[in-house]
């Protein structure tokens, strides 16, 4: 049957299963739109195209299906950049379609017309310009093999305006041929033989849990293996919500912002299980100085991954999932009773220095928002978080059970993610109760997108964490620049007032006693609101590794210390 | 040290975009490439000389292994291998230096392949330690101009360079 390619790219999309996409319309994606209302998919208006890939990214993270987003050439493009960028760099399956100028104007600087398949070619797993409409089908059909097979990844498709109207013969291809897509193999014996060897040796095990567990569904695969060879577990901040935080053997998140006695564990163990986690500079401080005594083994889809940071032992370049089945049954059951007593006792000296465990003084404490928000909400919420203090500090207090519960920008650290990328998760799990934990700082940049909250009717809950500064850049101007805080004093709107602009209803709060009532409040009524936590302006995220220090060496909350008033 | 990888990439727009686009931003440092035909029309054939010092080859190899359009990767410096490099060499001779230079060349089963009034062109073809070594021997009679193809290799005996695509 004949179709144009803006017909095509629907029944496309139709047959991937897609059923909500978020976008902007332009000039040069318009007959993509025009075609658009005769399809059964929902679409989404946002108020600015990063918006746009930030919420296909969020859905693509709460479901594990394919996110996508559209976006007209030119600025609607560019603008989804910062977008497509924090996708890649978190390996989030979402497809973006663009409109672009006609192929006969290509190349001419013609209005609204940038070379996006040149911008991200660097920050896409792949991308592919349509000139010709008996191409789109088959490119588009490709798009989303590529985003959703392997390590998962961002696909662009920019689709030539004539190419979308021209039409043609539609065939949908069922199978693709794309001899040079990676597909995932599993572990060879060999391999198998070798990581099993250096388990059954070890006596200080460490299982390092990053995204490649919830990605490929492998949490209750992990729990089997954990079960049989008694390791504990240490999670990146990608990984968190892939192993339960209430399990005894759940030590909580590593890394720069981990918890000390965590990476004092990796530092003395003797071996690291690296579960679907790259090494990020972010978990390991100074590579010289990193987990010296321990073997490595390295579970990882991507071999481009394996000795990039640290040099390790055993790598089993496959699925993680394939793999941990292939291997657990290999293994004897273990317990590590020396080692579980001395992580206990390290894990005492952490909790003394907790700052839930000190007098607040009833000042109002970011931790203390987001411990209390964890206890409102039975931690059973999805979480949206944006980037900086409020993030870091959403990760050590608010403790997740499940996979897909929490979603944040790691690799990229983009701020502004939160709303928009809350606002994809709960259209893709409308069940789900869905809070955004977000700055003052980057909730502004990207708080239009409220519009598209109310717009969209959606139920998504807001929770502002102000504390008067870019806090996370704060802390590094009080640590490491002597306290000359450049540019990061800010000012804010009336937040509530702003939400109350877009008709949706708010509170502030400065005071602990009335966090959970607010929360409570928020979490019994139908649709948004949005709660400003006003909290103690100069506090710092303990502990803290400096960047490429070494692991072993963090700096602590001060055992006596004083917030600053 | 230098590694050579010989790379079969589908013979389509942009791909040698996407490879230098990658080395550019892992700042992996390329000594020479060369693309060409291959014995099927749909794919094209580039050896890759790069300099691992700074990364390993395997981590270079995986990365362009990763590029959709790219079927495979082999990394062929410790495996036996042709590997050729064409020089074209314009060379500062007077007439009456002529012979002597063209009994020199032959030594490298180089041959000259255009003449002037005072220079010619010297073509030779031969592995990179080669062709490196008739450059030195003509660069005090004063290289005039010089373009090198960069090296292409292929694995001796039965053995193919990399699988057949499937």
């Known amino acids: ?136 089908a088959r490119t588009l059909r490709e798009a989303f093999v590529i985003a959703r097979t392997g390590r998962p990844g961002p696909v662009l498709v920019d689709v030539c305006k004539d190419a979308q109207q021209a039409k043609t013969e539609f065939h949908w291809p069922e199978s693709v041929h794309l001899p040079g897509l990676l597909q995932p193999r599993p572990p060879t014996e060999d391999e198998l033989a070798r990581a099993a060897e250096l388990i059954e040796r070890a006596e ?50 590593m890394g720069m912002h981990g918890e000390a006695f965590v990476n004092r564990a990796i530092q003395h163990a003797d071996l690291l299980l690296a579960f679907g986690m790259r090494f990020d500079d972010r978990v390991t401080g100074n590579l010289k100085s990193y987990a010296l005594h321990a073997k490595k083994i390295h579970v990882e889809i991507d071999a481009s991954e394996v000795g990039k940071n640290v040099r390790v032992d055993v790598a089993l370049v496959s699925d993680l999932l394939t793999a941990l089945e292939a291997l657990t049954p290999k293994l004897s059951a273990r317990r590590h009773e020396a080692w579980l007593a001395e992580l206990d006792e390290w894990r005492a ?58 979603i944040t920008s790691g690799g990229l650290g983009t701020m502004g993610f939160a709303l928009p990328a809350a606002i994809g998760a709960k259209l893709a799990r409308p069940e789900a109760e869905v809070w955004v934990v977000a700055g003052d700082g980057g909730f502004q940049m990207t708080q239009c997108e409220l519009a598209t909250l109310q717009q969209e009717k959606l139920d998504v809950k807001i929770a502002v964490v102000n504390n008067g500064f870019l806090g996370m850049v704060r802390q590094w101007q009080e640590f490491f620049h002597d306290r000359r805080y450049a540019a990061t004093p ?52 303990y502990p803290m590794v400096p960047a490429g220090g070494d692991l072993g060496a963090m700096i602590r909350r001060p055992a006596e210390e004083e917030v600053q008033a | 040290m230098k590694h050579t990888l010989v790379a079969r990439v589908a013979d389509q727009p942009g791909v040698l975009n996407r490879v230098a686009s990658l080395f550019r ?99 030779v073809t031969g592995d990179e330690e080669k062709v490196g070594g008739l450059v030195e021997l003509l660069r005090p009679r004063g290289i005039l101009e010089m373009v090198r193809t960069g090296k292409v290799a292929m694995l001796r005996g039965a053995a193919a360079t990399a699988p057949p695509a499937s």
């Not at chain 1, 987003?69 to 910062?82: D, Q």
Request: glycine share 8%; charged share 20%; hydrophobic share 45%.
């Open chain 1, 1 to 136: 049957m004949q179709r144009t390619g803006a017909q095509i790219v629907w029944e496309c999309l139709v047959r991937e299963g897609v059923t909500t996409v978020f976008g902007y319309p332009g000039g040069a994606i318009l007959p993509t739109y025009d075609a658009m209302l005769d399809y059964p998919i929902r679409h989404v208006l946002v108020r600015h195209e990063q918006g746009a890939a930030h919420m296909a990214d969020g859905y693509a993270r709460a479901s594990g299906k394919v996110g996508v987003a559209i976006a007209t050439s030119g600025p609607g493009a560019t603008n989804l950049t910062t977008g497509i960028a924090t996708a890649m760099l978190d390996s989030s399956p979402t497809v973006f379609i663009t409109g672009q100028v006609s192929s006969k104007v290509l190349g001419t600087d013609a209005f609204q017309e940038t070379d996006v398949t040149g911008i991200t070619l660097p920050i896409t797993k792949h991308n592919a310009l349509v000139t010709d409409v008996r191409h789109l």
């Open chain 1, 204 to 253: 200080r095990p460490l299982v390092l849990a990053g995204a490649g567990v919830i990605r490929s569904g492998a949490t209750q695969a992990l729990l089997d293996f954990v079960d049989r060879t008694g390791a504990p577990v240490a999670l990146t901040l990608l990984g968190i919500g892939g192993f339960p935080q209430s399990h005894p053997l759940c030590l909580g998140m």
């Open chain 1, 349 to 406: 000296d952490t909790r003394s220095r907790d700052i839930l465990h000190r007098e607040h003084n009833g000042r109002l404490l970011a931790p203390h928002v987001l411990h209390d928000l964890w206890t409102a909400t039975g931690g059973d919420a999805v979480v949206v978080t944006d980037v900086g203090q409020h993030q870091m500090w959403e990760a050590q207090y608010y403790k997740h059970e499940r996979p897909r519960t929490l």
């Open chain 1, 490 to 541: 800010m000012l804010s709107p009336d937040f509530v007032a702003l939400a109350g602009a877009y008709g949706i209803p708010a509170h502030r709060v400065t005071r602990r006693a009335d966090v959970v009532p607010r929360v409570q409040e928020a979490r019994a009524r139908a649709g948004p609101v949005l709660i400003e936590f006003q909290v103690e302006q100069e506090d710092s995220v």
């Open chain 2, 25 to 123: 931003r892992r700042a992996f440092n390329i000594e020479s490439l060369t693309v060409g035909h291959t014995e099927t029309s749909e794919l094209s054939r580039m050896t890759i000389v790069v300099d691992t010092a700074r990364v390993p080859a395997h981590i270079v190899a995986a990365n362009l292994r990763k590029l959709v359009p790219v079927m495979d990767v082999t990394d062929v410096t410790h495996m036996p291998t042709v590997d050729r490099d064409l020089a074209l060499i314009r060379v500062r001779c007077r007439p009456a230096e002529r012979a002597e230079l063209a009994s020199l060349v032959e030594i490298f089963r180089g041959r000259i392949v255009d003449v002037a009034d005072k220079s010619v062109i010297v073509e």
